[in-house]
C-alpha cells in the first residue's frame, strides 16, 4: 500500500507556521544603546579593579600620595564617561577605538609597586593636582560633552577651550608627568610613552570628525593650538 499524505493537515501546519510573529530586527538605536550600557559597565568594572589594587599598594605604604592621586584622576576621566551624552556622531573605526580604548585605560597597564623617585613625592603630587583642578575645569566646560571615542558632542568653546583645543589632553599630561617623575621606573615610562601617542593619534581623530563641522572649523581658527600654547 502507498503512503497517505495528509494535505489538509499539512497545509493547515503550513498556515500555522506562516501565523507565527517574526521578531522584527534589532533596530540601530537599539544596538547602539546596548553598546552603551555593556562599555559603560565595563568601564566601571576596570575602573573599580584598578583602584582597588592601587589602594592596597598605598595602604602598604600611606606615604605614597601619588598613588591616590591616580585613582582621583582616573575616577573623574573614566567615572564622568558613564554619564556622558550620547553623541550626534562618533568615530567608529578600529585606528580610532584602539587609539581611544589605549589612551583611557592605560592604568591598568601602570606599575604600582614603588619606583625611583626622581622628583620627591610632594612635588610630584602637586603637579598632579595642579593636572586634576586643570581637567575639572576643562569638563566643567564640556559638562556632558565628554566621551571616550572621538564624537561630535557639539562644539565647546568657553571656559578651558578658550585656552586650547584640547585642555583636557593637557591636564592628563601634567598629571600623568607628576606619577611618573614620582614613580619613575621601565614599565611606566614604556606605558606613558604609548599613551602619549595614543593621545596625541586620538586627537587627530578628534579634529578629523569635528571638521566637518563648520562651527569647529570657526573656533579653530580662533584657537591655534591643540594642546600645548606655542608648541602643539
Not at 97 to 122: D, H, K, N, W
Request: charged share 15%; glycine share 8%; with cysteine.
Amino acid at each position: 500500500m502507498g503512503t497517505i499524505v495528509d494535505e489538509g493537515s499539512n497545509s493547515a501546519a503550513q498556515c500555522a507556521a506562516c501565523s507565527e510573529p517574526v521578531a522584527p530586527p534589532a533596530s540601530p538605536r537599539a544596538v547602539d544603546a546596548l553598546f552603551e550600557v555593556t562599555t559603560r559597565a565595563c568601564a566601571a568594572v576596570m575602573l573599580g579593579i584598578f583602584s582597588y589594587a592601587a589602594i592596597l599598594h598605598w595602604l602598604a605604604d600611606p606615604g605614597r600620595v601619588t598613588l591616590l592621586l591616580l585613582v582621583l584622576a582616573q575616577c573623574f576621566t573614566v567615572g564622568l564617561s558613564l554619564f556622558s551624552r550620547v553623541p550626534v556622531r562618533r568615530d567608529w573605526t578600529p585606528f580610532a577605538y584602539i587609539c581611544s580604548m589605549g589612551a583611557t585605560y592605560y592604568f591598568l597597564a601602570v606599575q604600582l609597586r614603588p619606583g625611583f623617585q626622581v622628583v620627591p613625592e610632594a612635588v610630584g603630587a602637586a603637579l598632579q593636582v595642579a593636572g586634576i583642578c586643570w581637567q575639572i575645569f576643562a569638563k566643567a566646560s564640556l559638562r556632558r560633552s565628554f566621551g571616550i571615542l572621538p564624537a561630535n558632542r557639539g562644539v565647546v568653546s568657553t571656559g578651558a577651550y578658550r585656552f586650547v583645543r584640547h585642555p583636557m589632553y593637557l591636564g592628563y599630561f601634567i598629571e600623568d608627568v607628576g606619577f611618573l617623575l614620582s614613580n619613575f621606573g621601565i614599565q611606566n615610562v614604556l606605558v606613558f610613552v604609548i599613551q602619549f601617542g595614543l593621545q596625541a593619534c586620538r586627537i587627530a581623530r578628534e579634529e578629523r570628525l569635528l571638521n566637518d563641522d563648520a562651527l569647529y572649523r570657526a573656533y579653530r581658527s580662533n584657537v591655534r593650538y591643540r594642546v600645548l600654547p606655542g608648541l602643539y
